[in-house]
Nanobody, 118 residues
């Protein structure tokens, strides 16, 4: 059974920092591209950052320079370090694991709430 378990969300003031973690089980973690998505109320889910199995990273323009994604294959864990947080970063953040591109195998975590107060 595949599980992605997020942690680290919470309430933080504008300008503050948080680190999200997502630990996977039931998959060969090192083979999967991992990503963080977020969904704010009334908005579509959007990609925040991703990290390939090779370690290459990709960021949404809105978070470049403020967020850093990393992975520890020995711990089956992906992280999202968030700094200089803004109220518009408030959302539920979801962890994603994807294997393959043409017919990808995809798994999602349950989400963790991040709230940034002004």
């Amino acid at each position: 059974q595949v599980q992605l378990v997020e942690s680290g969300g919470g309430l933080v003031q504008s300008g503050g920092s948080l680190r999200l973690s997502c630990t996977a089980s039931g998959i060969i973690f090192s083979r999967y591209a991992m990503g963080w998505y977020r969904q704010a109320p009334g908005k579509q889910r959007e990609l925040v950052a991703s990290i390939a199995s090779s370690g290459g990273t990709n960021y949404a323009d809105s978070v470049k320079g403020r967020f850093t994604i990393s992975r520890d294959n020995a711990k089956n864990t992906v992280y999202l370090q968030m700094s200089s947080l803004k109220p518009e970063d408030t959302a539920v953040y979801y962890c994603n694991a994807q294997l393959g591109r043409i017919t990808p195998v995809t798994y999602w975590g349950q989400g963790t709430q991040v709230t940034v107060s002004s």
